[in-house]
Structures are given as C-alpha cells and as structure tokens.
C-alpha cells in the first residue's frame, strides 16, 4: 500500500457529463500530481500542485482542472466528457516539489465514458 | 519521435530466466532515471532510482544507465512468476517537474 487514497476506483458516465476524481496523498507529502493512462497513450502528466499552489500544467485539455485543498487532498475534475477521455487516472504525491523524487501512485481510477 | 522509447512487448521467458529491459531517450538533459513496477490494474511503484549514469544494484534487480548512448537498462535476475508486470522507466530533470514514462514493456515469466 503506497499510502496514497484515490476515489472512487471506477466511475461510469456519458458523454457530456462532468466528474470529480478525489485523491488523498501520503501523510506528510506536499505535491500532487495527476497522470492519465491510456493503452496508445501510455502514462501522460496532466498536473502538479504543491501545498496548495498549481506548480506545472502538461498535457491537460482545457475541459479538464484541478485544485488541492488546505487539507492537501486534490480533486481532478472533468468536464465535457468525451469518449476518448475513457482511461486510467493516477494520483501520486511526493514530499516536496522536485522531479528528483520518488512517487508513490494511488490505484487509480478507471473512468469509462459510454 | 518520443522523449523516451520503450519496446511495448510482451516479454515472455521462463522462471530463472534473466530478464533485461531498456529504454531509449533522446533529451540529453535527463539527470534522474527511475524503473516503475505496475501490476494489472494498480498504480505504479517504484522499484529502482539513479542519479547520472552508473550502475545500482537491489536485489535481483540491477539498473544501468548510459548517458552517452541515451540509454537505461533493468536487469532483473532468477526472475520470478511474482515479477510478471508492466515495467515502465521515467527520467526527469531539474529544470522540468514532471517526470517522462516510457510506454512500459508487459513481463511474463512463466512458471
């Protein structure tokens, strides 16, 4: 167990529709970052944030957005949803802000769009 | 062309077997170079981290990278049945903060 909580573990929705993805990282940990994996895509950054503060952007499509909180759990919202946005999104933190660290990855959640 | 290339497989070889896995890259700015474990539906986790280039050993496990020829390798040795997953190699750099996968090569050793 990596220690960090990602819910729900498996979401089914339409096109059109607007999610929520939750993620609690490690105690302690600071950074946030979020990946999508696809099988043609393989594992894509999306987004950091450290203590609160959005710290670097990758490939993240502008329907999509995310927050961490005081408590320093994020959520990745998604909106517009799209087919092609079916994957699995991954969760992971870090004890400060550097890429020269280790990640721990959630779960995950598998989001399936009909 | 990818930042990072990795043969997607699958690799299949028999227990006991030693199993080499490689990536290839091409920004010559890459400082850290990490191997990722995934098991089937779960997150990945960390198995091998190195600074520069140089060999580190953990185990079975051994990581090699070589920074003139853009290159890292995971030697896995006595492989195991357990060790059946998706490998996935990620390099990163000081100036970046996010860290580059590779697409991951699928690992099965059979019994």
């Known amino acids: 167990d990596s220690g960090v909580t990602q819910t729900p573990k498996h979401l089914i929705t339409a096109t059109g529709q607007r999610v929520t993805l939750r993620c609690s990282p490690r105690?302690?940990?600071?950074?946030v970052y979020w990946y999508q994996q696809s099988l043609d895509q393989g594992l894509q950054f999306l987004i950091h944030y450290y203590n609160g503060e959005e710290r670097a952007k990758g490939n993240i499509l502008e329907r999509f957005s995310a927050q961490q909180f005081p408590d320093l759990h994020s959520e990745l919202n998604l909106s517009s949803l799209e087919l092609g946005d079916s994957a699995l999104y991954f969760c992971?933190?870090?004890?400060?802000?550097?890429?020269?660290?280790?990640?721990?990855f959630g779960s995950g959640t598998q989001l399936s769009v009909l | 062309q990818k930042e990072v290339e990795q043969d997607p497989g699958p690799l299949s070889v028999p227990e006991g077997a030693i199993v080499s896995l490689n990536c290839t890259y091409s920004?010559?700015?890459?400082?850290?170079f990490m191997w990722y474990r995934q098991y089937s539906r779960k997150g990945p986790e960390l198995l091998m981290y190195?600074?520069?280039?140089g060999n580190k050993e953990d185990g079975r496990f051994t990581a090699q990278v070589d920074k003139s020829s853009k290159y890292i390798s995971l030697f896995i040795r006595d492989s195991q049945p357990s060790d059946s997953a998706t490998y996935l190699c990620a390099m990163g750099m000081d100036s970046s903060y996010k860290l580059i996968f590779g697409s991951g090569t699928r690992l099965l050793v059979r019994p």
């Open positions: 105690s302690g940990d600071l950074s």
């Open positions: 190195t600074y520069s280039s």
């Open positions: 920004n010559s700015a890459f400082q850290y």
């Open positions: 992971a933190s870090s004890p400060s802000f550097s890429t020269n660290e280790k990640l721990f």
